[in-house]
């Protein structure tokens, strides 16, 4: 009868529940909101300091990355913009303009091709003009040039400072119909080599004879030969008096092609050399057979190139 008083045994099974707003899954959420506003607090504080020279530089990357990443451009952290030049100044090329992003102010210039080409030949021609002056000033002062002040023409042409050593009736530069030339003739381009090493530029000569033509015209040896074969004779008296000769760009023969007198063939003024101290297009112009660059179209860096020069 006393197993009949035994308590029968329940179990309990306790289900576990949340602890609701006690739990840890809100600490996830807050730190990855954190983590945002972190990431756009320092967006904006990024986009605040740059300059709006930087910012077209990183809206142009997203919109060709793979034309910068091609053209080499920098990483978009370079301290100064994503597009940048070996100069250290921003250039965006765009219908023949050079635009150099951020001057050295930290502003903004455009700056027109053709505008820049101007400028240089302005400051070239004031350049030539100066020089002009100096040998003028030293012809007078030079008692050999001072004597054959008449028979040296200078001027300044579409291609530079042009110095012209002409022939006069009684005093002729080289021997009838011959390349060699007469004593003062070569004292007379002894001191003029020596005044053109001082000059930076490239020089052009060239050789040029009347209309008088030979016994057997163009034939045999002419005035095409002549004027070639002067003009190289030219070329040795001013190396000889100490001109550098990788100054030397081009030496012709012009023949009665290019008159000085042409409403009179015959003038001894026709015989002369013309030695012309060149400026940068007249050099762009003389090398465009050997470098693929247009005579008329140089292209911005070389522009710019020739003003930094000048200045």
């Known amino acids: ?60 990357y997203f919109k060709t990355p793979l034309k910068v990443a091609l053209q080499g451009g920098p990483a978009v952290a370079a301290s100064d913009s994503v597009l940048k030049n070996t100069g250290g100044k921003d250039i965006t090329k765009k219908q023949g303009q050079v635009k150099p992003v951020e001057g050295a102010k930290g502003k903004e210039k455009n700056v027109d091709v053709n505008d820049a080409k101007e400028a240089l030949k302005k400051a070239e021609t004031a350049k ?8 003028e000033e030293s012809i007078d002062a030079n008692e050999t040039l001072k004597k054959f002040k008449d ?24 021997a ?13 381009l002894h001191e003029i ?29 002419s005035n095409w030969e002549l004027s070639a074969d002067r003009a190289n004779a030219s070329r040795r008296e001013l190396i000889a008096g ?9 030496v012709v023969g012009l023949s009665s092609a290019s008159l000085f007198d042409k409403g009179n063939p015959y003038n001894p003024i026709n015989r002369r050399i013309s030695i012309i101290v060149m400026n ?24 710019i190139k020739g003003l930094d020069q000048i200045n």
């Open 1 to 60: 009868m006393a197993e009949d008083r035994i308590a029968p045994i329940v179990v309990k099974k306790i289900k576990k529940v949340s602890g609701g707003h006690h739990g840890g899954a809100w600490k996830i959420a807050y730190a990855d909101f954190v983590t945002a506003m972190m990431a756009f607090f320092l967006l904006m504080w990024l986009l605040g300091s740059s300059s709006k020279a930087q910012l077209e530089g990183i809206s142009e």
């Open 280 to 303: 940068k297009q007249a050099e762009l112009d003389a090398m465009k057979d050997s470098e693929s660059i247009q005579p008329n179209q140089p292209p911005a860096t070389e522009v």
């Open 128 to 135: 030539l003009e100066q020089l002009k002056k100096k040998i």
């Open 242 to 250: 100490g001109m550098d000769e990788t100054k030397l760009l081009r």
């Open 193 to 221: 080599g020596k005044m053109l090493n001082g000059v930076e530029n490239k020089i052009s000569l060239s050789g040029h004879t009347d209309a008088a033509p030979y016994p057997d015209g163009d034939r045999g040896y």
């Open 176 to 188: 009838s119909s011959k390349a060699d030339l007469q004593p003062y003739a070569r004292e007379v």
């Open 151 to 174: 028979q040296l023409l200078l001027d300044i042409t579409s291609e530079g400072l042009r110095v012209q050593i002409v022939d006069e009736q009684n005093r002729p530069m080289f």
